[in-house]
């Protein structure tokens, strides 16, 4: 085990408080002749909305076929209080405002500066994050922090002395995202199948740990079979003929996913959004839960819910 320790004074609560720092929605668009402007979603107001959704309405934007700009403003209201012995960095130094982004299913990273603070910058300070990455960049997820860390060394006074003055050092976090892109927790995984000799439809589930393992088709997934004799009353070619048998199956499915999972020991967890990884199963039923409001308690209100939600938007 590995113990952390700051031999310099950071950013902590209440110097946060002092600075007023206000974070501004987030933005995410990406080119197609135009800007389009995704869907932002906050499933979990009482995290601090510390997790996005992302979603194209018009399900056109992939992360493999497109790029992804992401936008947002973040105002410090009182910067001067980074400043001098009760703040983190001696007067006469240069601090920056950067952005430090990180895709672990990508294995991708990289570091941004957005603006600069000086002892004498004007208030308020508006920070402006702009990023854009090119298609095939993302996968899964995206980690933004926005940190403050020194850009260049000042000369300390005698009171300032114990704050940290070496380029380059972080001096706290302001803000941290971890954004869901497209995919993680609103695609469900259909593959079609041709098994003559099975019914229409079945769902495997096929994950060892639904904490861990992706929401797709290798861990989860319903399967509908063309080799069946009804498959024409639900398909003709690749248009649902059936929207309201195609529904039902769907409901179906979900159903039999979320009670499977909630047999099992992770339940509990999952429903807290507490070590879920990003794409993960129990992920994708916690965003069911906490952004459609699905009502998880019983096995009438969650056939009810499902139902409901998927007749309106399907």
């Known amino acids: 085990m590995s113990i952390s320790i700051s031999f310099y004074p950071e ?12 974070n501004g929605e987030y933005h995410f668009s990406y080119m ?51 400043f001098g012995s009760n703040g983190v960095a001696p007067r006469s130094a240069e601090l920056g405002v950067g ?59 005698e009171d300032e002395k114990m704050l940290g003055n070496e380029s380059g050092l972080l001096l706290g976090t302001i803000n941290h995202t971890e954004i869901i892109l497209e995919g993680s927790g609103s695609e469900f995984p259909v593959v079609e199948v041709y098994e003559p000799s099975m019914p229409l439809w079945w769902v495997e589930c096929l994950w060892t740990d639904p904490q861990e393992d992706p929401f797709d088709e290798e861990h989860v997934k319903l399967c509908i079979n063309r080799g069946h004799k009804n498959y024409k009353r639900l398909y003709e070619g690749n248009v649902i003929k059936d929207p309201d048998l195609f529904i039902e199956i769907m ?25 879920n990884l990003p794409g993960s199963i129990g992920e994708a039923l916690y965003y069911f839960k906490s952004t459609f409001n699905w009502d998880f308690s019983s096995p009438e209100n969650l056939s009810l819910h499902i ?7 399907l």
């Not at 979603?55 to 700009?69: A, R, T």
């Not at 982004?101 to 600069?116: F, H, L, P, T």
């Not at 139902?307 to 938007?313: A, G, P, S, T, V």
């Open 11 to 22: 950013i902590n609560d209440k110097l946060f408080e002092k600075l007023g720092v206000q």
């Open 32 to 82: 197609k002749n135009r800007d389009v402007y995704l869907n932002t979603q906050y499933p979990d107001e009482n995290r601090m909305r510390d997790i996005v959704f992302i979603e194209d309405p018009g399900s056109e934007w992939d992360v493999d076929q497109h790029n992804l700009k992401i936008e947002k403003e973040v105002q410090i209201n009182n910067p001067r209080f980074l």
């Open 99 to 157: 952005v430090i982004w990180s895709c672990k299913a990508a294995g991708v990273r990289g570091a941004e500066e957005i603006q600069v603070i000086r002892s004498d910058s004007p208030a308020p300070l508006n920070c402006n994050v702009q990023l854009n990455f090119p298609k095939s960049t993302l996968k899964s997820e995206i980690v933004l922090e926005t940190v403050v860390y020194i850009k260049k060394s000042g000369i300390p006074e």
């Open 251 to 275: 409901a179906s499915a979900l159903e039999i996913i979320i009670r499977k999972v909630k047999e099992s020991d992770y339940w509990f967890d999952i429903i807290a959004n507490y070590n």
């Open 307 to 313: 139902r409901q939600y998927l007749e309106n938007n």
